[in-house]
């Protein structure tokens, strides 16, 4: 629970800096545009339930900034184990609120796993408002089992669709030979471990995470020596991923729902003592009674939904199997994952420019993707910066199918604030440009020898526009000086 309560934190923490700019009125993607069209074509209820979220109530910066400070002080209550159950049913409802509204800026699997992590560590957290080590609550099997099943779903799903997907690199064992490079943020010691390892190593980490995501995760079932054996493999494999890669808290999450795989004989040969409980003499009243059976209702709908959501069943199955867990999919609680399936080739990075004069061009630094080439990749994690992250996504498509970057490009010409927050500094902070840009450089990092003879860490090639370029007339209006834009391939 502690380290559910810290990983919030960490979650609420990064919206903090970001949440204007990305779903703010004037932000990239407003949370108010996304509920008028939703209201608009689900009346009443139905699109309260298509998007839950309290924004509903209010959308505007105000709003935000309190959905963002209640989960943050809910969050630390948490860690601090104070009334767990109410503070992460407090995290549950503010991050469910962001995510649902936030549109392409929550869209990732990190975000299904928390909001389903979070619902489970509910129903499994000890009841009371100081519970300690929950000596007056017990922890529950079935909720145990369930947030074990959701850690297990997260490695084995991967693992199948790994090799369901076709993907030559995995057949072949070259998945790792630029993972370090490719992934939406390197880091300094990826760079390392790409170019000082051997190739061989490289084929054994690619084999290794087949076997263990396909076979050894099973062991978390079987008996306590490889239970245990599972819990020290898989950590160590997640303290490798944590140092090589910013996966924002995903990696923390699956550390922290190993954990479960341990037991009160582990921490007493390590020295610590185990919770004393005693039952109770008294019966349980009516209000128990019935708060356990909609406590494994709850538990049960959502084991059903991740067992007929599991990508290779799902398609066998009659619609009518599959309609208890589809209508659980606006809340994210009951999750297929597929990390990885498809590894990408080749590193594509979106650069927004400036011009006052149209010709010569100022680039808008940022905060954490890799732009300069001198700059080494840095640690974030768990911090995630979603504005940096999707346009790494961005730059794997076309700007037909992220628009959105042309919303940035005129939040940019108009000086936008919120968004410009989203960068590290304003280049034209005496005064807006007259046109912005977006375009697209491959990245690759810089062999050893360059190195030390440059200090640059990445080597890159521009490769042209990515999206329409912007132009702001003096009146103010703004238009399209290009007609279209070249994909990142």
């Known amino acids: 629970m502690r380290a559910m309560g810290a990983i919030f934190f960490s979650a609420f923490y990064s919206w903090a800096f970001q949440v204007r700019g990305l779903m703010g009125p004037r932000g990239i993607l407003p949370a108010q545009e996304l509920l008028r069209a939703v209201a608009a074509s689900h009346a009443g209820w139905r699109g309260i339930w298509e998007v839950p979220s309290l924004l509903w109530i209010g959308s505007g ?36 609120s962001l995510a649902t509204a936030a549109g392409d800026f929550s869209s990732y699997q990190s975000d299904g796993m928390l909001l389903e992590a979070g619902l489970l560590s509910f129903l499994f957290a000890p009841a009371g408002f100081l519970p300690g080590l929950g000596e007056n609550d017990p922890p529950d099997g079935v909720g145990r089992f369930l947030l ?86 898989t950590a160590a494999f997640q303290v490798g991923i944590l140092l090589t890669a910013n996966y924002t ?40 009674r019935s708060g356990m059976v909609l406590k494994r209702f709850a538990q049960a709908w959502i084991f059903y939904a991740t067992l007929v959501l599991f990508p290779l069943l799902a398609p066998r199955l009659p619609s009518w199997a599959l309609v208890p867990a589809e209508a659980l999919g606006p809340l994210r609680v009951a999750n297929s994952y597929g990390l990885f399936a498809v590894m990408t080739t080749a590193r594509y990075e979106i650069e927004f420019q400036g011009a006052r004069d149209g ?34 996504f961005a730059s794997l498509g076309s700007w037909r199918q992220y628009s959105w970057v042309l919303r940035v490009e005129k939040a940019l010409l108009e000086q936008d604030e919120d968004v ?8 034209f902070a005496d005064g807006p440009p007259i046109a912005v840009r977006a375009v697209v450089w491959r990245y690759w990092f810089s062999s050893p020898a360059e190195k030390r ?37």
């Open 61 to 96: 910066n105000a709003a935000l900034t309190v959905l963002v400070g209640c989960g943050l002080a809910a969050s630390l209550l948490l860690f601090l184990n104070v009334w767990p159950r109410a503070m992460l049913l407090v995290c549950e409802v503010m991050y469910m």
């Open 148 to 233: 074990v099943w959701e850690w297990f779903r997260i490695y084995f799903e991967s693992g199948v669709a790994k090799l369901a997907s076709g993907d030559p690199q995995w057949r072949r064992l070259t998945a790792m030979e630029h993972y370090y490079e490719n992934g939406p943020l390197p880091t300094w010691i990826g760079y390392y471990a790409q170019q000082y390892l051997p190739r061989r190593f490289h084929e054994g980490t690619a084999l290794a995470t087949l076997i263990m995501e396909n076979v050894f995760v099973w062991a978390a079932f079987l008996g306590r020596p490889l239970r245990l054996a599972c819990f020290f493999v």
């Open 249 to 288: 808290f995903l990696n923390y999450m699956l550390l922290s729902l190993s954990v479960l795989l341990l037991d009160d004989q582990f921490f007493k040969s390590l020295g610590w003592r185990a919770a004393k409980t005693g039952e109770s003499a008294a019966e349980p009243g009516w209000n128990a």
């Open 359 to 392: 010709k010569t061009w100022t680039p808008y630094p940022f905060r954490y993707k890799p732009q300069n080439v001198n700059t080494p990749p840095g640690l974030y994690a768990p911090y995630q910066p979603r504005f940096d992250w999707n346009l790494w």
């Open 420 to 427: 410009l927050y989203l960068f590290k500094a304003n280049p």
């Open 453 to 489: 003879k440059t200090g640059a860490w990445w080597n890159r090639k521009l490769l042209g526009l990515y999206a329409p370029i912007l132009v702001r007339e003096p009146d103010g209006k703004i238009y399209l000086a290009a007609p279209g834009g070249a994909g990142a391939r």
